[in-house]
């Protein structure tokens, strides 16, 4: 089976202690945030953020010198992405991010012997099926075919 991307909601925050607020509430898979922020930088975000949150954190900036990246990637970011990108390296990189917390324990994960659960979404390896908040995705052969991240 192969799932490219599933985005339950996308949240987008132009104010630093607004954007905190709202991540502190609510839960989230994955984080994006820049440095340069009004009212709070990302910095000082992450480093909030790390004292009850282990969802990934990718910064991105505009800011490329070397010690810019060493000092988000020591205070809890999980990738630093400098500015300007390609759109095909950053889904890469969010993939990558999200795979390792769906896969690694990081992210709650329901199972039983046949089925994984994961929010809404449910594969049951024994049925070969897939629903999404309670409706089945119709699957081909093809797409039964066993994935890892």
Do not use: W
Request: charged share 25%; with cysteine; hydrophobic share 40%.
């Amino acid at each position: 089976m192969r799932i490219t991307c599933i985005v339950k909601q996308a949240v987008f925050q132009l104010d630093g202690l607004v954007a905190l607020q709202k991540a502190v509430k609510d839960e989230f898979h994955l984080i994006i945030l820049d440095i340069m922020i009004p009212n709070m930088d990302g910095f000082e975000m992450v480093k909030r953020l790390r004292t009850t949150n282990n969802a990934p954190i990718l910064m991105l900036s505009a800011k490329s010198e070397d010690i810019d990246k060493i000092q988000g990637l020591s205070i809890g970011t999980s990738d630093y992405l400098t500015k300007p990108f390609s759109p095909m390296e950053l889904v890469a990189r969010v993939k990558s991010m999200l795979c390792r917390y769906m896969s690694l324990g990081e992210y709650e994960k329901k199972t039983t012997a046949s089925q994984l659960v994961i929010d809404g979404l449910v594969l049951d390896k024994d049925l070969k099926t897939v629903t999404i908040d309670g409706t089945q995705v119709k699957l081909t052969g093809q797409n039964l075919t066993s994935h890892k991240c």
